[in-house]
């Protein structure tokens, strides 16, 4: 049988992925017993992560959102794709704003991979100002890449730095572009986050940036969150997912967005 921490990681990447946990499926899925996920279900409840039902859990509605590394498995091809297509936007030499999240992680690791930009040597190809600690993890080893990490307080539940340590760096810098992930984006209201505190770091980042990327899948399409980033008219180029409908990504252009479907 699995440690209870692995059962732990794989019931929330099922949340994450269903919305929803029933026991007996999930007893089956892990190949482990009814009585097993009852224990685990109520553990996680316990540390305010699900939320308990008849029958299984859902996400804590108290919280606003579950930690970033049990997110990752959701539409990760799409968020793949949509990554490659905006890594290709930026061009040789160009300094490059990213703020956490996992689509904006898998655009560093596109950008970090990207054949015309390798080098074997130490010359910089392309510079990253990023907030969030993990982009920076995995970036700080690729020598083609100058890696700027801001300030600030760390947010476990998204590894982002926040605060004033974060936007005063980011008000000394300028940006070519930036490639912004959000919670939610429509027309009327912009780019949103859940976290009031990323919302204003993610502000500054925008602020900085000549040219201005959000990436989002088609489930953040049309949809709002509490603390506003920026709004629609600051944004140039909206990357999202091919499954998009015709009806959403029409009034982002009737906006004036350019709409990239990857």
Same mark, same amino acid.
């Given at each position: ?10 019931? $929330? ?26 224990? %685990?279900? %109520? ?21 606003? %959102? ?5 997110? @990752? ?10 990554? =490659? ?6 061009? /040789? ?31 910089? @190809? ?17 020598? =083609? ?25 980011? @008000? ?11 919670? /939610? ?8 986050? =859940? =976290? ?25 399409? %049309? ?14 180029? $909206? ?8 009806? $959403? ?5 009737? /906006? ?7």
């Amino acid at each position: 049988m699995a440690a209870p921490q692995v059962r732990w990681s794989a019931l $929330l990447e099922m949340l994450t992925r269903d919305g929803r946990i029933e026991v007996e499926p999930a007893a089956v899925e892990l190949g482990v017993s009814v009585a097993t996920i009852r224990r %685990d279900l %109520d553990e996680l409840a316990r540390q305010q992560m699900v939320t308990r039902t008849h029958g299984g859990a859902v996400v804590n509605a108290i919280a606003y %959102d579950l930690p970033l590394r049990y997110k @990752a498995a959701r539409n990760a091809p799409e968020k793949e794709r949509i990554a =490659h297509a905006a890594a290709a936007l930026v061009k /040789a030499g160009a300094v490059v704003g990213l703020n956490g999240g996992t689509t904006t992680t898998e655009v560093a690791r596109a950008l970090a991979t990207r054949a015309d930009l390798g080098s074997d040597g130490a010359e910089t @190809a392309v510079t990253v100002v990023t907030n969030a600690l993990n982009i920076a993890n995995e970036l700080v080893v690729r020598r =083609h890449v100058k890696l700027v990490v801001t300030g600030g307080v760390a947010r476990p539940a998204s590894y982002e730095l926040i605060g004033p340590l974060a936007t005063e760096l980011l @008000a000394e810098i300028a940006l070519d572009q930036v490639f912004i992930g959000v919670d /939610a984006i429509d027309v009327a209201h912009g780019a949103t986050a =859940h =976290h009031e505190g990323e919302a204003g770091v993610n502000r500054a980042l925008v602020r900085r940036a000549q040219r201005v990327v959000a990436v989002a899948d088609s489930s953040k399409l %049309d949809r709002r969150a509490f603390a506003r980033i920026c709004p629609v008219e600051d944004i140039d180029v $909206l990357v999202t997912d091919r499954t998009a409908s015709d009806e $959403l990504t029409e009034s982002f252009t009737a /906006a004036g967005v350019e709409v990239i479907r990857a």
